[in-house]
């Protein structure tokens, strides 16, 4: 075996580059001599362009949390401004202006703005620390990094907390600056009901809109359909969004009966608070509703994904036992001589994996026995196969690479050797693909041709297969003492070699489901937040329930089952719009490896059961408020 890699040290007044360029000179073909900066560079670019679909994922999920927390202050000032109508108009009454009255308002949201961008950039710079240190438990060290504030995170956390604030606070505060004095000083302080407006059948065009992007996505040859999906996706959660009430309609009817039944009268004023202010409740369903759907979509992608890895692997799976390294790192391949030794083993193969340089480009290679191949491998060789004439050393190519350099059954290939040297290779068979985890690969050579092509010490997979009627303890124990000095190398059965790689996709979407818990906290307290000022809102009407006889129990409750209300239709439309998103997302990922469209109905039957106990746990504070206002002060109250 040769070398695969060297650094060469310089001395303090030499030009790195230039040496670098003399270095080049003598070295064989395929390695390239650069300068530490040059590697550096080539290295921090490869981090990003794997890194960039972690920072875009991050990027969205923060973008559905600013959606989430836009529609929570919009419900808050539209309930602010409805409280201070009288005073607003008592504003305009002396001369105050509309121009005033708005600006007022969202100098109001200015100032929460900056504060909530505040808090929010100390809160997130606590988190990161938190989340190095997490990672640093969990065995990822990421070294001397330690998190930083940068302008660019102040400057954007500033921006966007105050112009997400003003936005949401924009219609209240043109509502305000509208609304004639003489109309706001003679009405109740508490909203009555409202009308729907436009918005919810602008919401039901986008809907249908965002239906028919979808159908094309599916069943149409349109370009690129994950795109069509997307746009259908955004325009459907969008429409959703202005038109919650409209389209749950049916389930608040349901519930609304439901009340009527279980709970009499509370019931039946719980039902009509919960409708008298559609578009306020649309905007608590919807923050609910966003964090739901999401997650749903998360769940089913999760149950097909891991799916169809097990199934996968479970077929492609060969042999009684593995011995495989833990992150892919390639191990010492005297384990395999120490394997053949053990009592009971009745064949071992051994895989190895190497690069060869072919036109400029690295290409994978694969090392192995035409018995192994066949054996211990699920590679359908569909031409051919791996064995030569005494000749040129033989060699399988997939399909693909031979189309791609035009080579087909008995043809020569030559790759270059690490010593400088070359060797020629006949092709003798023809592969689709596969026969991992992980692949073999574009080239798949015997033993004795990978010995010139790559490192022979180094193995990157063992295949064990036992005698009938051997004791698979005993073999097991055997293979564990062959690799107890290599703590990164694991013995696994099949079941155990597949729940393992299954277990690494599972850890990944447990991640996912920790970012999106963060919008349903945001939700939950959207409910609490509207509930309570909705309470101080209804002070006069809740006094004069009481007046008229509720208990405060029943004052509770009436409060409870409006959360509950609101809680449910959020959960029960993010869990439709879930399940449609889950189930397109999965049927266009077909072609790339999640085959098995799984949806786990309990699991989403649960997210809906336990955002109604959410919806109780909002309703306390509230409850308890509104049951402990004096009845004659709550009567006075203008």
């Not at 080239?443 to 180094?458: K, M, R, W």
Request: charged share 15%; aromatic share 6%.
């Amino acid at each position: 075996p040769g070398f695969y890699a060297a650094w060469v040290q310089t001395e303090p007044e030499a030009d790195p580059a230039l040496v670098a360029e003399a270095v080049q000179e003598i070295l064989p073909d395929g390695f390239v001599a650069e300068t530490g900066d040059a590697l550096s560079d080539t290295i921090q670019d490869q981090l990003d362009v794997g890194l960039g679909f972690v920072n875009t994922f991050l990027l969205v999920f923060a973008g559905i949390a600013l959606l989430v927390a836009t529609l929570l202050i919009l419900n808050t000032f539209s309930i602010l401004v409805a409280q201070r109508s009288r005073e607003l108009a008592l504003l305009r009454a002396i001369g105050a202006t509309r121009a005033q009255v708005r600006s007022s308002v969202l100098t109001e949201a200015f100032v929460v703005g900056v504060i909530g961008a505040t808090v929010g950039l100390f809160a997130g710079y606590g988190l990161a620390w938190g989340i190095l240190g997490a990672m640093r438990v969990f065995g990822i060290d990421l070294g001397t990094a330690v998190p930083t504030f940068t302008w660019q995170a102040v400057v954007a956390s500033y921006t966007i907390g105050i112009l997400i604030t003003v936005v949401a606070a924009l219609l209240p505060a043109r509502k305000a600056s509208r609304t004639r004095p003489v109309e706001a000083m003679a009405a109740s302080q508490q909203s009555g009901p409202e009308r729907l407006g436009g918005l919810p059948l602008l919401g039901v065009g986008m809907i249908e809109i965002g239906i028919a992007a979808l159908i094309c996505a599916l069943w149409l040859d349109v370009p690129q359909p994950l795109v069509w999906a997307g746009v259908g996706a955004v325009l459907l959660l969008v429409g959703m969004v202005f038109a919650a009430v409209v389209v749950g309609g049916p389930l608040i009817w349901l519930f609304g009966h439901a009340y009527r039944a279980l709970f009499g009268e509370v019931g039946r004023l719980a039902r009509l608070n919960s409708v008298r202010q559609p578009r306020r409740t649309a905007a608590t369903a919807a923050t609910l509703m966003i964090g739901l759907a999401l997650v749903a979509t998360v769940a089913i992608l999760a149950a097909s994904t891991t799916t169809s890895i097990r199934d996968r692997l479970t077929a492609d799976q060969r042999g009684d036992f593995t011995i495989s390294p833990v992150a892919y790192q390639p191990f010492d391949a005297s384990v395999v001589e120490s394997a053949r030794e053990i009592e009971g083993v009745e064949a071992v193969f051994e895989f190895f994996r190497g690069a060869a340089i072919i036109d400029g480009e690295p290409v994978q290679l694969t090392g192995t026995s035409e018995e192994g191949l066949e054996r211990a491998s699920s590679l359908e060789v569909v031409a051919g196969s791996l064995s030569g004439d005494g000749g040129a050393a033989p060699v399988v190519v997939s399909t693909d690479f031979a189309d791609e350099q035009g080579l087909t059954l008995g043809e020569l290939l030559e790759l270059p050797t690490p010593t400088g040297g070359t060797v020629e290779l006949l092709v003798t068979g023809l592969h689709d693909g596969g026969g991992g985890p992980p692949p073999l690969g574009d080239l798949i050579v015997d033993l004795d041709t990978y010995a010139q092509l790559g490192d022979p010490s180094l193995v990157q997979r063992v295949v064990v297969f036992t005698e009938a009627g051997a004791d698979l303890s005993t073999v097991r124990e055997g293979l564990e003492d062959a690799t107890a000095e290599l703590p990164t190398v694991v013995v696994a059965d099949v079941a155990e070699f597949v729940e393992a790689r299954v277990g690494q996709f599972q850890q990944i979407f447990s991640i996912l489901y920790a970012l999106l818990a963060l919008a349903v906290v945001i939700s939950v307290l959207g409910i609490v937040n509207t509930l309570g000022l909705s309470v101080m809102e209804r002070t006069r009407e809740v006094g004069l329930l009481r007046a008229v006889g509720m208990t405060r129990p029943q004052l509770r409750r009436m409060v409870t089952l409006e959360s509950v209300m609101v809680a449910t239709l959020g959960a029960t439309l993010g869990v439709v719009l879930g399940g449609v998103f889950g189930t397109v997302l999965v049927t266009l990922l077909r072609d790339d490896g999640i085959e098995t469209l799984v949806v786990p109905w309990l699991q989403l039957g649960v997210f809906v059961v336990v955002a109604a106990l959410f919806g109780v746990l909002a309703a306390v504070g509230p409850a308890r408020r509104a049951s402990r206002l004096n009845v004659l002060e709550s009567i006075a109250t203008e």
